[in-house]
């Protein structure tokens, strides 16, 4: 059983560019979150994905975008890159069951570096 | 806002020592807490969790107490091993009960374990 797969795992660019990382969740999860984990700090919530829809969003600006496909699988999108916003990306799987998130299973991040 | 506060580290004890990781929150409502644990190289898994006050998680031989009189859900196990070595993290969720996908992370704490 395949858990959640991110990618890239690594990837390098420059201030300015735009970036899209994918996330596949667990077999069987029907809801992805998406985390900014800085170096040495805690991850940040940065959105839920549930039936295709934004359900919540943390504290950061419209630059993050994301998307939601049929199959469940997600893609976040940083626009306009800041130094700032070089961090390993966590995506986390999860089930919604009556009304609630289960348990999330993450994955193994994207490594961003932006210079 | 809510937030949670860790312990900062490193924290290298001997193998078969007594561990104590201190957790502290700030929370309105009834949040659910949680311990995540991230072995190097490899994504956040849920180590143990209360949903309500005097709920005791334990997993692996860790245990974790909600202590609402407090606001603390602090770490323990009695004796690690080596492979205990990895970054912990404490963690709420901003519901009544279960899991939004939203959690708040504190900072992480790293233990090393030496032989």
């Known amino acids: 059983d395949a858990g959640v797969t991110q990618s890239p795992t690594h990837l390098i660019k420059t201030r300015g560019q735009q970036v899209t990382l994918r996330c596949s969740p667990k077999s069987g999860h029907d809801t992805v979150s998406w985390y900014q984990q800085a170096l040495g700090q805690g991850p940040q919530f940065i959105f839920q994905?549930?039936?295709?829809?934004?359900?919540q969003r943390g504290n950061f600006p419209d630059r993050f975008s994301g998307h939601q496909f049929p199959n469940y699988s997600s893609e976040l999108n940083v626009n306009a890159l800041l130094l700032g916003d070089s961090a390993l990306y966590l995506c986390?799987?999860?089930?919604?069951?009556?009304?609630?998130?289960?348990?999330?299973?993450f994955g193994e991040g994207s490594r961003l570096t932006v210079l | 806002g809510n937030s949670v506060t860790q312990m900062e580290g490193p924290v290298t004890l001997s193998e078969e020592a007594f561990l104590t990781i201190n957790c502290t929150y700030t929370?309105?409502?009834?949040?659910?807490l949680f311990w995540y644990v991230q072995y190097p190289g490899e994504g956040l898994q849920l180590l143990l969790k209360a949903t309500k006050a005097d709920d005791k998680g334990s997993n692996k031989g860790f245990e974790a107490t909600y202590r609402k009189e407090t606001t603390s859900f602090h770490l323990e196990k009695g004796s690690v091993q080596v492979s205990d070595s990895a970054v912990y993290f404490c963690?709420?969720?901003?519901?009544?009960?279960?899991?939004?996908?939203?959690?708040?992370f504190g900072q992480g704490t790293t233990l090393q374990v030496k032989p």
């Open positions: 994905y549930y039936e295709e829809e934004e359900r």
């Open positions: 963690a709420l969720s901003e519901l009544f009960s279960g899991n939004t996908g939203k959690l708040i």
């Open positions: 986390a799987s999860s089930l919604v069951v009556g009304g609630v998130t289960g348990e999330l299973f």
């Open positions: 929370a309105t409502g009834y949040p659910s």
